[in-house]
T-cell receptor, first 109, second 117 residues
Framework: GQNIDQPTEMTATEGAIVQINCTYQ??????LFWYQQHAGEAPTFLSYNVLDGLEEKGRFSSFLSRSKGYSYLLLKELQMKDSASYLCALNQAGTALIFGKGTTLSVSS | EPEVTQTPSHQVTQMGQEVILRCVPI?????FYWYRQILGQKVEFLVSFYNNEISEKSEIFDDQFSVERPDGSNFTLKIRSTKLEDSAMYFC???????????????FGPGTRLTVL
């Protein structure tokens, strides 16, 4: 089985940096994904880690430590449009994604 | 940029009726998925489909559900006898072969909001 934990809510201000953590327990590991989901919309892909370390993609970076069962998503230079839910998703085996409950980020001016 | 499309965007049905949700995956993708998200809850995996057969399915995907790729472009989810608890947003996703650093990425369609009355 698997278990994925993320904070339920976070708040930040425009221009700031925010780190959203994800911890997991799993019997198999094929990769960890981060998706963004605005209310009522589909998840959109942000980042993917399969090896330990940092992956950088513009304002977004994601870090993975497989030995610790830990990942984080780092968002820099926050903008109002970054207000959304951020979903940590595990590829345990095969190709199915198992999602966490998501972290709702509110960005204020 | 290619994208996954889904129809209809909204579907309202009576309990016990059959519904078919349709998806057109990205054209060169080979792996297809259905997920659902009950309002206020997390995204849940239902089923994956590869090489014209189901490759994985979750406990949610019971005999009430079926998937089909009737032609070269469409991928459908059929719910045979809908229940109130089937009300959710249903997302289709597709994925290509593992090429490059993002090759495992699944791309989601906009979803079909199913309401069972």
């Amino acid at each position: 089985g698997q278990n994925i934990d993320q904070p339920t809510e976070m708040t930040a201000t425009e221009g700031a940096i925010v780190q959203i953590n994800c911890t997991y327990q799993t019997s198999g590991f094929n990769g960890l994904f981060w998706y963004q989901q605005h209310a009522g919309e589909a998840p959109t892909f942000l980042s993917y880690n399969v090896l330990d370390g940092l992956e950088e993609k513009g304002r977004f970076s994601s870090f993975l430590s497989r030995s610790k069962g830990y990942s984080y998503l780092l968002l820099k230079e926050l903008q109002m449009k970054d207000s959304a839910s951020y979903l940590c998703a595990l590829n345990q085996a095969g190709t199915a994604l198992i999602f966490g409950k998501g972290t709702t980020l509110s960005v204020s001016s | 940029e290619p994208e996954v499309t889904q129809t209809p965007s909204h579907q309202v049905t009576q309990m016990g009726q059959e519904v078919i949700l349709r998806c057109v995956p990205i054209s060169n993708h080979l792996y297809f998925y259905w997920y659902r998200q009950i309002l206020g809850q997390k995204v849940e995996f239902l089923v994956s489909f590869y090489n014209n057969e189901i490759s994985e399915k979750s406990e949610i995907f019971d005999d009430q559900f079926s998937v089909e790729r009737p032609d070269g472009s469409n991928f459908t989810l059929k719910i045979r006898s809908t229940k109130l608890e089937d009300s959710a947003m249903y997302f289709c996703a597709s994925r290509g072969e593992r090429e490059g650093p993002w090759g495992d990425t699944q791309y989601f369609g906009p979803g079909t909001r199913l309401t069972v009355l």
